[in-house]
């Protein structure tokens, strides 16, 4: 299965369960390592990874509510950097979960974790930097939209 049928399948799926989870609780998506996700050498392509934090994110946005959240306020989640580390190699068909999670908020950002896991063993951790903007290119302070879903 392609990479934006997954992506739709993920999405769909967390849709049914919109704004049951709390913002500090970790969001978990299944999914499999399939051959295209490959590379030369035989494990999963770094750029599939941030794929799957992207998915990842996207899942805790909508499962928290907060899709909708900055949806209505006309915010978007701007990716600051990512990094990683990348612990054991996923090969197809290898099945593995992907959590997310908040971690840190402030007035200058976001900051999400994700962990690749396979059979109960972490094999790749990753952080993840963002901040909110609005239509108008101006960065907004993400502690008080929080706040508001928080309540």
């Not at 609780?25 to 750029?47: A, P």
């Not at 799957?52 to 915010?75: C, Y």
């Not at 992907?98 to 971690?103: G, R, S």
């Not at 239509?135 to 302070?141: C, H, M, S």
């Amino acid at each position: 299965m392609s990479l934006p049928l997954r992506t739709a399948r993920h999405k769909r799926r967390a849709l049914k369960l919109a704004g049951t989870s709390a913002l500090d609780e970790t969001t978990m998506i299944q999914s499999k390592v399939i051959i295209t996700d490959h590379d030369l050498f035989g494990h999963m392509t770094n750029s599939r990874y941030n794929s799957f934090l992207e998915i990842g994110r996207t899942d805790w946005l909508i499962k928290t509510g907060m899709a909708s959240v900055l949806k209505h306020a006309n915010l978007t989640l701007c990716i600051q950097s990512e990094s990683g580390q990348f612990l054991k190699a996923l090969r197809a068909p290898a099945p593995f979960k992907v959590n997310t999670k908040l971690t840190e908020q402030s007035k200058d950002g976001l900051i999400y974790t994700g962990h690749f896991i396979r059979r109960g063993v972490v094999c790749a951790s990753f952080e993840t930097h963002a901040f909110l903007q609005d239509r108008l290119g101006k960065t907004v302070d993400p502690t008080s939209i929080f706040a508001k879903q928080a309540e």
